[in-house]
């Protein structure tokens, strides 16, 4: 039935007004999935990675920086939803910080960046269609990111496929829900086909910072970016030592059948290797998903591979109706941009501080970043005011969707500049002006009152 499936699902690509250049890499990773492709990296195919230039020992050039700030521009992804902490709406129009959503603090930093550096520094987003309105439209509060190029351009999209004989997927009571992204790989695709890359090309940008629009410690690094060009380097990754937190993710390695470096994530890991994956002493570099990209090196390699750069498939097995278990099994086929690294020859890792790595996927990150533990600078940067980022787990029954979260921290959140570990389990409601020290576990069903200080 495969052959069938491809054929009804490059139909309804076509039909949906999906590019060309789209629909081509979705074959190329179908006959992949066809002919029984995992994408898994076995640990024996990898080693540990060691011996990484770090960001701290490259050199400030106030010249250098400047001609290359105007050769720049700062992308965001921007497509996410935040469905698994019950949003409906752009993740990135979340209040983060002080008042401000993580969009409004990453439009600022950009300004922040181009008032001190004298720059005309672009700011992109790469949007979902259920996310392109209400971003745009919060970023015309800042008339000033205005510079002629388009604001963002549209990721693309895919069909889910039945697990049980690779068609695609019919779901009448919800037909969104029978598409679905090609994962954030699909950025290199999507530049091309939306035609922001000629666009930036032509007017002379060379290279592109890349980062999630829920990471607000990425902001772009002017070392970082005179080390590329002096050294003529097609990609380069930021990476950083791997935490308790970042057990499960990925983690980037180096193929021993041709030395170049790889990400691997856990979609990625044989169940028998998890344990390794875990080993934070022995892979000891996460994947930040900041990244930098030439984009004169992209627009070859793309033309080169006639539009399929092709990256390592990850084949994501869920249902249909994420919220129905009993819905159909449906594959959905995936790649990560990080895993561009093996992709460009001379492409580079760079170690970076922690403080450019502040993710937000669930309230518990949410939570740390609201808190006290981070403050937002005048230049709009956020800055962890501690040495280490405290480890925030709250019970998911009660605080993995943002309006029960707002519901239990109704007076603000926690202080959490002193704390440790700050660990809830159970119903909690927590007043104004409440303190954590060191390492706290609270147990529900309880109300914390004003102003108390929870130590122990």
């Known amino acids: ?31 992949q999935l066809e002919a029984g492709e995992t994408g898994l990296l076995p640990e024996g195919s990898i080693e540990p990675v060691s011996d990484l230039p770090h960001l701290d020992d490259l050199p400030a050039d106030a010249d250098a920086e400047h001609e290359a700030l105007g050769k720049a521009i700062v992308l965001r992804l921007n497509g996410g939803l935040g469905t698994s902490m019950g949003l409906t709406g752009a993740k990135s129009l979340l209040e983060a910080k002080d008042g401000l959503s993580f969009l409004d603090i990453i439009a600022r930093q950009v300004l922040a960046l181009r008032a001190r550096h004298d ?18 439209a919060a970023l015309r509060d800042y008339a000033d990111l205005d510079i002629g190029l388009p604001l963002d351009f549209l990721q693309n999209k895919e069909p889910k496929l039945l697990v049980e004989d690779l068609t695609p997927v019919e779901w009448p009571d ?3 829900l029978e598409w679905c992204p090609p994962g954030h790989g699909d950025l290199y695709t999507a530049l091309v086909t939306s035609g922001m890359l000629a666009d930036l090309l032509e007017r002379g940008f060379e290279y592109a910072f890349v980062a999630n629009s829920d990471n607000l410690g990425a902001v772009l690094e002017p070392r970082i970016l005179t080390w590329l060009r002096a050294n003529d380097i097609p990609f380069a990754m930021e990476v950083t030592e791997r935490t308790e937190a970042d057990r499960k993710g990925g983690h980037l390695a180096r193929r021993i059948e041709d030395g170049r470096l790889v990400l691997r994530e856990t979609a990625q890991t044989p169940d028998e290797d998890k344990e390794a994956l875990q080993d934070l002493g022995k892979h000891r570099y996460a994947n930040t998903n900041n990244l930098w990209v030439s984009l004169r090196a992209l627009d070859a390699a793309m033309r080169e591979r006639e539009g399929v750069l092709g990256l390592p498939m990850i084949r994501n097995q869920k ?3 994420p919220g129905d278990k009993a ?23 760079l170690v970076v501080p922690r403080t450019r790595f502040a993710p937000v996927k669930t309230t518990d990150d949410l939570l740390a970043l609201r808190s006290d533990a981070y403050r937002l600078t005048d230049d709009s940067r956020v800055e962890l005011v501690r040495e280490n980022v405290p ?8 605080y993995k969707l943002m ?9 603000g959140p926690v202080s959490l500049a002193e704390a440790d570990r700050f660990e809830v389990e159970g119903d909690v409601t927590f007043g104004a002006n409440v303190v954590a020290r060191g390492s706290v ?16």
């Open 1 to 31: 039935m495969s052959e069938e499936g491809l054929r009804a699902a490059v139909q309804k690509m076509r039909e949906e007004g999906v590019a060309d250049a789209a629909i081509n890499a979705f074959e190329h990773y179908y006959r």
């Open 119 to 136: 720059c005309e520094l672009p700011l992109v987003l790469m949007d979902s269609f259920s996310t392109r309105d209400d971003s745009v």
């Open 174 to 176: 919800n037909p969104a």
């Open 319 to 321: 249902t249909v109706d």
């Open 327 to 349: 819905s159909p099994e449906v594959f959905q086929i995936e790649t990560a941009m990080g895993a561009a690294i093996e992709v460009f020859e001379g492409a580079r890792a």
């Open 391 to 398: 480890i925030v787990t709250l019970d998911p029954d009660y």
């Open 403 to 411: 309006r029960d979260f707002d519901a239990r921290f109704p007076e």
């Open 441 to 456: 576990k609270v147990e529900g069903p309880a109300t914390v009152d004003d102003g108390t200080v929870l130590e122990g």
